[in-house]
């Protein structure tokens, strides 16, 4: 069974990695993540159950969706807050500065 090249991604604030990985023909995302072993390079980082995705979109079956060459799989950290709830509490501020003004 032939290889392809496929890169494997993640992120913290103060630090990045990027792998390329050759896998084998019909690797799924998940498998990918997996075979990185970025777990060991970023403790608490969980490859089983960690959201991931395809050059910056969320893959909603990593563990059915398999890999094209060059693909990249980014390993995503979970979220601290929700963008929807910090949308609205920025604009709920910028509010009372108008109405204080």
């Given at each position: ?11 913290l604030a103060g630090e ?29 980082l969980d490859l089983a ?51 204080g003004e």
């Amino acid at each position: 069974m032939a290889d392809i090249e496929v890169e494997v991604a993640h992120a913290l604030a103060g630090e990045q990695v990027l792998l390329r990985l050759s896998v084998p023909v019909g690797t799924t995302v998940r498998e990918a993540a997996l075979r990185s072993g970025l777990d060991g390079h970023f403790p608490g980082l969980d490859l089983a159950a960690a959201p991931l995705g395809i050059f910056g979109k969320l893959v909603a079956k990593p563990e059915e969706r398999l890999l094209e060459a060059g693909d990249r799989v980014e390993i995503y950290r979970p979220l601290l807050a929700d963008p929807k709830e910090v949308r609205k509490a920025r604009a709920a501020r910028a509010r009372a500065a108008q109405q204080g003004e």
